[in-house]
């Protein structure tokens, strides 16, 4: 499902992917292939060790076969915040490290995509801010014209 909308000039889009794994669906959003890319490359391992981990507790106790699922749960929960804390920390601000410097083509520094990762990942509303227009801009002038554009929709104050 693709939406656009036209809000305070800036051109917004979310794109919403239905994943089948197994008899499971599960709805990946991503913003950029990037984002997309990051999601998958974070979620994956960190879904396998939930199930590793649980069936690993399982054989070592050798309770009833219900603890399997206790385990899976609690693991659940616990692997949850560990992705969710890569994803902030690690995940976010390299999506927005490779959307900027290889497809808007501006030369931002970690420490810049560490800042305006919010910006580049969608809001609860299910909006994000792409800048396309950035690329017409000369690369020298590209980072600025990001900053500003943060700035507009009072992400952060600078």
């Excluded at 507790?57 to 749960?73: I, K, T």
Aim: aromatic content about 18%; charged content about 15%.
């Amino acid at each position: 499902m693709q939406s656009r909308l036209k809000k305070n000039s800036l051109e917004l889009l979310l794109i919403n992917k239905n994943i089948k794994l197994g008899g499971f669906t599960m709805i990946v959003s991503y913003t950029h292939p990037f984002s997309l890319f990051i999601n998958i490359a974070l979620l994956a391992p960190t879904g396998l060790a939930v199930i590793f981990v649980a069936g690993y507790l399982d054989s070592f106790y050798r309770l009833d076969g219900v603890w399997f699922y206790v385990y899976l749960v609690v693991g659940f929960f616990v692997v949850r915040r560990v992705y969710w804390f890569l994803q902030k920390k690690i995940g976010s601000p390299l999506g927005t490290f490779l959307y900027c410097r290889y497809t808007l083509g501006a030369d931002v520094s970690w420490s810049d995509c560490r800042i305006i990762y919010p910006f580049f990942s969608y809001n609860s509303e299910g909006i994000w801010h792409p800048m396309t227009h950035v690329k017409s801009l000369p690369k020298e002038l590209r980072r600025e014209a990001i900053f500003m554009g943060l700035r507009q929709t009072n992400k952060i104050q600078k």
